[in-house]
């Protein structure tokens, strides 16, 4: 017996094989989730992603994943997304947050056509410049 998921699922290959949308395309979540990661960089007051033990292991291995600390559920043409961040100290973390959820879905939907649903995010951490990242900072911006 089938469930009602997969009726519908079967509905819709028949549909594909007998229409003329025969054609299709399909995004992979983790070129979602890449898309995603280049939007979180353009977000003031979020230092970065936080992915874990692993994630952390493979950056000291040299290799950086720029979806680290991203989740993508991709439901047909929906999409919703769980970020893991770290904030800067300072900032505000309700806009930060506010200011990130807007970047990624604007960023994701213009890209990939498809409807971000919802965007998530869990701080899971405050970034605390060393001094010599400080002077760095204030270097870099005047």
Known sequence: MMTAAEKKQAEAA??????????????????????????????????????????????????????????????????????NVIVDYGARIMDAATALKQEVRSTVEKITGLQVVSVNINVQGIHIPREGEEKAEKEGDQ
Do not use: F, T, W, Y
């Not at 960089?41 to 950086?64: D, F, H, N, P, T």
């Open 14 to 83: 028949l549909k594909n094989i007998d229409g003329a949308d025969a054609d299709s395309v399909r995004i992979s979540p983790d070129v979602i989730g890449i898309i995603a990661g280049i939007a979180i960089g353009e977000v003031k007051g979020i230092a970065g992603m936080s992915g874990g033990i692993v994630g952390g292991i493979a950056e000291k291995l040299g290799r950086k994943d720029i979806a680290k600390g991203i989740k993508v559920h991709l439901d047909e043409d929906k999409v919703r997304i769980d970020l």
